[in-house]
């Protein structure tokens, strides 16, 4: 093969970027380059360039690598795959530019020596001619962190959007968001597009940013259009309009139409869809009412096409929380899967969506098809033969698009998944034509109303680079391409430099954050130029501090969010551009639910920082509530204050709260989950405080792929923030009414101890790198307990950060009376002591993977201080202490090596926590309190006792309120009776 290299013995510099001297000496390497090059996995090797190639220049113009190559005469370099492109393109980066330093990378070819040479295009743009920019500037980065301001992530809480849409800085926009790679299938088996490199995969890490995506850019009020499917559910169950579970209320007519529509095959009607007029006032529904075969998160989306005589549809989502609403304007999009967000869905008919035909416009509501939760691959290639057997989420965006736009629509052109012919190639594009195909530019043509953006992480031939870049196409970019490029990596890189305290690894910090090379995903030839592309390349998966990055919830979640602010700068920076420059805020903090003694619940909390990646400051809140603590309604505007009072909660009724802040940029993600259960007798007991708030890439959940085992960022299964409904639950099993609070709330002195009789302590996996108990808190819960107080505390490292490694030794030692014998149990059951309160404790499972909210990696082994008891063992030939219980005569305290939450049953946790608080807490009829329920009592609970319904006389008495109605009488009476034992004897009865 001949190659000729321009020789250049200087450096050039462009932008800050200084670049390597471009010498004769790259015709080494460049000659190693043309060896066959592995760059695509599955059916064998493809060479990076055809057989032939000759290398006719090589130049740095302008930070840019300018490269001509002379193809054999029999390829023409404007019919190229995009998967050949971007295989070429990544080869000679690797070459030229292994650190991805410069701005990119220009590459031509000509068919044969004498031909003109041309940009490598996957065929001729859809377009004839781009329009001219908008815009000549770069709209600048918000400003870093204050001076003086601690950065904090304010990313430790759940990711989860709120009920009801939020408004936001891009309500009335739509984001088409795509995710590289994934499941494809070769002339004879199924692969994975990149490899297996430091415990991850970007097949699969880019999908699992995309789950993150979706949740900020609809709090931000943007309509939502994922290309790779969300929400980390196998099941599905599709309705189309004429399928059973389909009902509708008033004037509906039967479409016609011939193309464009859904059609699942479960009924075949031969009706495409049915349309209702819009009115200002409702008039009609159509109800779609599925059978959900198990209780869970789903994603629910919507199918309808859009047209001139389309309007802003309302779609109202019935879940185990509420009904919530979104509004999709199908003036400007249509013909694929719309997100309508994650839901918690109870097994059985009781969800359903509900398409109204209000509207403020003219023209026709559609009732096509809805679809819940995004099931498994089906698609069957012929060269494997079979289908992937690997769900829809982690198949390649080429087989969503077949399945749903293909083998199940009707009318939708096949060019969208199927071009070249090789799947890997196809899948390139797919997202893009895709999207192109649901954008409905008639109705409007702004720029600012639409944009596309797709993740992926990098990965170069020397595993050093690191740090975010967004990518260019050099051949056929978009019209605003450049700054929508520059916009998004340099805030992200900015973001992630103001927050990386916050995680394991600094982040990188490059000369340049945009590259230019041959991107099938973001050009024009696939877009036909309708909205402005970018492809962010998050991090390199093939660095080691990258990839530990990469694997941290908290970073997924801080990309996602510095996306949705990035793209909120270049929206705002376009010609006529009515999207405001507002971010929306951080998360609530130090959050707190407690009883007011006349029952009512004070739900408190403070300020969320604020500050570039932080967002702009909260202007107002809203509370949310729910049933179940997953499953919660449209919560309630309460307005800028930090306290609110609700005094609607059901006596003996557990509820769960949660809290989030507004701006004009829209809702912050929400706080941990509250929990509160309020007893007639408005007596709050206990005081349930949440101490978990570790996200690691250690809790990751291990899954084995063929490839070998890889870690995964999924939120729910490292820390979902509501493990107050298994410690919630539990405790109102057993009668006794309790309060919650963040532990920073208890810390910060918003929530006193002593008004407690117990506190129940969650730490979950909290500890190694994250304390289980500050400083503060420790001498908090020492006071607490000094005082007469009670407590329960479990984590699976509490003894190891505390008595091992040595943050609160003497606090573990001589206030809990514990001691670690070992950081890892080896084991994942446990059975109640012999001769303890827990003895009637079975042998049960903890902490499995599948089962138990997380997996439990390496539970304590917690023996007993002198005066303390083991009270619960890990099961085994020699049995290992598990938690122990230890009674001072001034307070007790029972400490667990595991976390309570992840026992497997609901009748073990209620049944281990009921013997708990038997064992803490003073006998309810102890009416004064000194250890005994003899005459004195009496006297007390004599003085109350008026009777039924009557409300017991004096402020004391609503401890005599024994069975929590509301009333002293004979029951309680009874109930009085029962504990009754004399004086100096320790009380019968709880």
Same mark, same amino acid.
């Given at each position: 093969?001949?190659?000729?290299?321009?020789?250049?013995?200087?450096?050039?510099?462009?932008?800050?970027?200084?670049?390597?001297?471009?010498?004769?000496?790259?015709?080494?390497?460049?000659?190693?380059?043309?060896?066959?090059?592995?760059?695509?996995? /599955?059916?064998?090797?493809?060479?990076?360039?055809?057989? /032939?190639?000759?290398?006719?220049?090589?130049?740095?113009?302008?930070?840019?690598?300018?490269?001509?190559?002379?193809?054999?005469?029999?390829?023409?370099?404007?019919?190229?795959?995009?998967?050949?492109?971007?295989?070429?393109?990544?080869?000679?980066?690797?070459?030229?530019?292994?650190?991805?330093?410069?701005?990119?990378?220009?590459?031509?070819?000509?068919?044969?020596?004498?031909?003109?040479?041309?940009?490598? @295009?996957?065929?001729?743009?859809?377009?004839?001619?781009?329009?001219?920019?908008?815009?000549?500037?770069? %709209?600048?980065?918000? +400003?870093?962190?204050?001076?003086?301001?601690?950065?904090?992530?304010?990313?430790?809480?759940?990711?989860?959007?709120?009920?009801?849409?939020?408004?936001? %800085?891009?309500?009335?926009?739509?984001?088409?968001?795509?995710?590289?790679?994934?499941?494809?299938?070769?002339?004879?088996?199924?692969?994975?597009?990149?490899?297996?490199? &430091?415990?991850?995969?970007?097949?699969?890490?880019?999908?699992?940013?995309?789950?993150?995506?979706?949740?900020?850019?609809?709090?931000?009020?943007?309509?939502?259009?994922?290309?790779?499917?969300?929400?980390?559910?196998?099941?599905?169950?599709?309705? !189309?309009?004429?399928?059973?579970?389909?009902?509708?209320?008033?004037?509906?007519?039967?479409?016609?139409?011939?193309?464009?529509?859904?059609?699942?095959?479960?009924?075949?009607?031969?009706?495409?869809?049915?349309?209702? =007029?819009?009115?200002?006032?409702?008039?009609?529904?159509?109800?779609?009412?599925?059978?959900?075969?198990?209780?869970?998160?789903?994603?629910?989306?919507?199918?309808?096409?859009?047209?001139? !005589?389309?309007?802003?549809?309302?779609?109202?989502?019935?879940? @185990?929380?509420?009904?919530?609403?979104?509004?999709?304007?199908?003036?400007?999009?249509?013909?694929?899967?719309?997100?309508?967000?994650?839901?918690?869905?109870?097994?059985?008919?009781?969800?359903?969506?509900?398409?109204?035909?209000?509207?403020?416009?003219?023209?026709?509501?559609?009732?096509?098809?809805?679809?819940?939760?995004?099931?498994?691959?089906?698609?069957?290639?012929?060269?494997?033969?079979?289908? @992937?057997?690997?769900?829809?989420?982690? &198949?390649?965006?080429?087989?969503?698009?077949?399945?749903?736009?293909?083998?199940?629509?009707?009318?939708?052109?096949?060019?969208?998944?199927?071009?070249?012919?090789?799947?890997?190639?196809?899948?390139?594009?797919?997202?893009?034509?895709?999207?192109?195909?649901?954008?409905?530019?008639?109705?409007?043509?702004?720029?600012?109303?639409?944009?596309?953006? &797709?993740?992926?992480?990098?990965?170069?031939?020397?595993?050093?680079?690191?740090?975010?870049?967004?990518?260019?196409?050099?051949?056929?970019?978009?019209?605003?391409?450049?700054?929508?490029?520059?916009? =998004?990596?340099?805030?992200?890189?900015?973001?992630?430099?103001?927050?990386?305290?916050?995680?394991?690894?600094?982040?990188?910090?490059?000369?340049?954050?945009?590259?230019?090379?041959?991107?099938?995903?973001?050009?024009?030839?696939?877009? !036909?130029?309708?909205?402005?592309?970018?492809?962010?390349?998050?991090?390199?998966?093939?660095?080691?501090?990258?990839?530990?990055?990469?694997?941290?919830?908290?970073?997924?979640?801080?990309?996602?969010?510095?996306?949705?602010?990035?793209?909120?700068?270049?929206?705002?920076?376009?010609?006529?551009?009515?999207?405001?420059?507002?971010?929306?805020?951080?998360?609530?903090?130090?959050?707190?639910?407690?009883? !007011?003694? %006349?029952?009512?619940?004070?739900?408190?909390?403070?300020?969320?920082?604020?500050?570039?990646?932080?967002?702009?400051?909260?202007?107002?809140?809203?509370?949310?509530?729910?049933?179940?603590?997953?499953?919660?309604?449209?919560?309630?505007?309460?307005?800028?204050?930090?306290?609110?009072?609700?005094?609607?909660?059901?006596?003996?009724?557990?509820?769960?709260?949660?809290?989030?802040?507004?701006?004009?940029?829209?809702?912050?993600?929400?706080?941990?989950?509250?929990?509160?259960?309020?007893?007639?007798?408005?007596?709050?007991?206990?005081?349930?405080?949440?101490?978990?708030?570790?996200?690691?890439?250690?809790?990751?959940?291990?899954?084995?792929?063929?490839?070998?085992?890889?870690?995964?960022?999924?939120?729910?299964?490292?820390?979902?923030?509501?493990?107050?409904?298994?410690?919630?639950?539990?405790?109102?099993?057993?009668?006794?009414?309790?309060?919650?609070?963040?532990?920073?709330?208890?810390?910060?002195?918003?929530?006193?101890?002593?008004?407690?009789?117990?506190?129940?302590?969650?730490?979950?996996?909290?500890?190694?790198?994250?304390?289980?108990?500050?400083?503060?808190?420790?001498?908090?819960?020492?006071?607490?307990?000094?005082?007469?107080?009670?407590?329960?505390?479990?984590?699976?490292?509490?003894?190891?950060?505390?008595?091992?490694?040595?943050?609160?030794?003497?606090?573990?030692?001589?206030?809990?009376?514990?001691?670690?014998?070992?950081?890892?149990?080896?084991?994942?059951?446990?059975?109640?002591?012999?001769?303890?309160?827990?003895?009637?404790?079975?042998?049960?499972?903890?902490?499995?993977?599948?089962?138990?909210?997380?997996?439990?990696?390496?539970?304590?082994?917690?023996?007993?201080?002198?005066?303390?008891?083991?009270?619960?063992?890990?099961?085994?030939?020699?049995?290992?202490?598990?938690?122990?219980?230890?009674?001072?005569?001034?307070?007790?305290?029972?400490?667990?090596?595991?976390?309570?939450?992840?026992?497997?049953?609901?009748?073990?946790?209620?049944?281990?926590?009921?013997?708990?608080?038997?064992?803490?807490?003073?006998?309810?009829?102890?009416?004064?309190?000194?250890?005994?329920?003899?005459?004195?009592?009496?006297?007390?609970?004599?003085?109350?006792?008026?009777?039924?319904?009557?409300? +017991?006389?004096?402020?004391?008495?609503?401890?005599?309120?024994?069975?929590?109605?509301?009333?002293?009488?004979?029951?309680?009476?009874?109930?009085?009776?029962?504990?009754?034992?004399?004086?100096?004897?320790?009380?019968?009865?709880?």
């Amino acid at each position: 093969m001949h190659i000729s290299c321009s020789e250049q013995n200087v450096s050039r510099t462009s932008r800050g970027v200084r670049f390597l001297v471009v010498t004769a000496a790259c015709c080494a390497v460049f000659i190693a380059l043309f060896a066959p090059a592995v760059v695509m996995a /599955g059916d064998g090797i493809v060479k990076a360039l055809p057989a /032939g190639t000759q290398v006719d220049r090589l130049e740095w113009i302008d930070g840019l690598a300018q490269i001509d190559l002379t193809l054999p005469a029999d390829v023409n370099p404007t019919t190229l795959s995009d998967g050949q492109i971007e295989a070429i393109y990544a080869a000679l980066a690797d070459a030229v530019d292994p650190d991805r330093e410069s701005l990119g990378l220009v590459v031509r070819g000509r068919a044969g020596v004498g031909g003109d040479y041309a940009p490598l @295009s996957s065929g001729p743009a859809v377009a004839a001619e781009q329009p001219e920019r908008e815009t000549d500037t770069v %709209a600048e980065a918000q +400003p870093l962190t204050p001076a003086g301001q601690e950065a904090t992530t304010s990313l430790g809480g759940p990711t989860a959007h709120g009920g009801t849409q939020p408004a936001g %800085a891009l309500s009335g926009v739509i984001v088409y968001a795509a995710a590289g790679h994934g499941w494809t299938a070769s002339s004879s088996a199924w692969y994975l597009q990149r490899p297996l490199m &430091e415990d991850m995969n970007e097949d699969y890490g880019n999908v699992d940013q995309l789950h993150y995506f979706v949740q900020y850019l609809y709090n931000a009020g943007a309509t939502v259009v994922p290309f790779r499917p969300v929400g980390w559910q196998t099941i599905e169950v599709v309705l !189309d309009n004429d399928d059973p579970g389909v009902t509708y209320t008033g004037t509906w007519g039967n479409s016609t139409a011939g193309a464009e529509y859904y059609e699942n095959g479960v009924t075949a009607s031969g009706v495409p869809y049915r349309y209702a =007029t819009a009115e200002a006032t409702e008039s009609a529904t159509a109800r779609y009412t599925p059978t959900i075969p198990t209780t869970d998160f789903y994603p629910v989306y919507c199918w309808t096409r859009d047209d001139d !005589d389309c309007v802003r549809q309302t779609y109202r989502v019935a879940h @185990s929380g509420g009904v919530a609403e979104v509004v999709i304007d199908h003036r400007m999009v249509g013909k694929g899967w719309i997100w309508l967000g994650n839901y918690y869905l109870l097994a059985g008919t009781d969800n359903y969506v509900e398409i109204t035909n209000a509207s403020p416009d003219t023209g026709v509501v559609i009732a096509d098809a809805i679809r819940f939760g995004n099931g498994m691959g089906d698609i069957v290639r012929p060269g494997p033969g079979t289908i @992937s057997g690997y769900a829809r989420e982690e &198949e390649c965006a080429k087989y969503w698009a077949q399945s749903e736009a293909g083998n199940n629509a009707v009318g939708m052109p096949s060019s969208i998944w199927g071009n070249s012919g090789d799947d890997g190639s196809d899948n390139v594009g797919t997202s893009a034509r895709w999207a192109a195909a649901m954008n409905r530019q008639s109705y409007n043509n702004d720029r600012w109303r639409r944009a596309y953006i &797709e993740y992926h992480t990098n990965a170069t031939g020397n595993h050093l680079a690191q740090g975010t870049i967004s990518l260019i196409s050099s051949s056929a970019p978009t019209t605003n391409q450049e700054a929508f490029a520059t916009i =998004t990596g340099e805030k992200m890189e900015a973001d992630m430099l103001q927050l990386d305290d916050e995680f394991e690894y600094p982040w990188g910090d490059r000369p340049t954050n945009i590259y230019a090379g041959g991107y099938g995903a973001i050009s024009t030839y696939n877009n !036909d130029n309708e909205f402005d592309a970018t492809l962010i390349e998050v991090a390199f998966h093939d660095q080691p501090e990258d990839a530990a990055n990469l694997l941290n919830p908290t970073v997924r979640a801080a990309v996602a969010r510095s996306t949705v602010q990035g793209l909120t700068i270049f929206l705002n920076s376009l010609s006529g551009s009515t999207v405001p420059l507002a971010f929306a805020p951080s998360p609530p903090e130090d959050v707190s639910a407690v009883h !007011d003694g %006349a029952g009512n619940v004070i739900v408190s909390w403070s300020t969320p920082p604020s500050g570039g990646a932080l967002g702009d400051p909260a202007t107002g809140y809203k509370v949310y509530r729910s049933p179940n603590g997953y499953g919660f309604d449209n919560g309630t505007a309460v307005g800028d204050v930090l306290t609110t009072t609700l005094t609607d909660i059901p006596a003996n009724t557990t509820v769960y709260l949660r809290v989030a802040a507004t701006n004009a940029g829209g809702e912050s993600m929400p706080t941990e989950a509250m929990a509160v259960c309020v007893p007639s007798n408005r007596w709050a007991r206990v005081l349930l405080v949440n101490g978990f708030d570790r996200v690691a890439r250690i809790e990751d959940p291990t899954e084995t792929i063929p490839l070998g085992p890889q870690k995964r960022p999924l939120w729910r299964q490292v820390n979902s923030f509501d493990y107050t409904v298994q410690h919630g639950s539990a405790i109102a099993a057993a009668g006794i009414g309790f309060d919650s609070s963040s532990n920073e709330a208890v810390a910060d002195e918003m929530v006193s101890l002593a008004a407690y009789e117990a506190v129940v302590w969650i730490l979950g996996e909290e500890g190694d790198a994250d304390v289980t108990f500050s400083a503060t808190e420790q001498a908090v819960v020492t006071a607490f307990l000094n005082g007469g107080g009670s407590i329960f505390v479990s984590g699976a490292s509490i003894g190891t950060d505390l008595d091992l490694q040595g943050n609160g030794q003497a606090f573990f030692e001589n206030v809990l009376g514990a001691n670690c014998l070992s950081s890892f149990s080896s084991s994942n059951a446990v059975e109640g002591a012999v001769g303890t309160f827990l003895a009637g404790v079975a042998q049960t499972p903890f902490g499995l993977a599948g089962v138990a909210p997380y997996w439990v990696q390496a539970p304590d082994v917690i023996g007993p201080q002198p005066g303390a008891v083991t009270v619960i063992n890990y099961p085994g030939r020699i049995k290992k202490s598990a938690g122990v219980a230890y009674d001072t005569g001034v307070y007790k305290a029972v400490t667990f090596g595991f976390p309570f939450e992840s026992l497997h049953s609901d009748a073990v946790r209620d049944q281990v926590m009921a013997s708990i608080l038997d064992y803490l807490l003073e006998c309810a009829a102890d009416l004064d309190g000194d250890g005994d329920v003899d005459l004195a009592d009496f006297g007390i609970f004599a003085g109350c006792f008026n009777g039924p319904n009557r409300i +017991p006389v004096g402020s004391n008495c609503g401890p005599a309120d024994l069975d929590s109605d509301t009333d002293v009488d004979l029951a309680d009476f009874g109930m009085f009776s029962a504990c009754f034992n004399g004086p100096n004897r320790p009380a019968a009865c709880n």
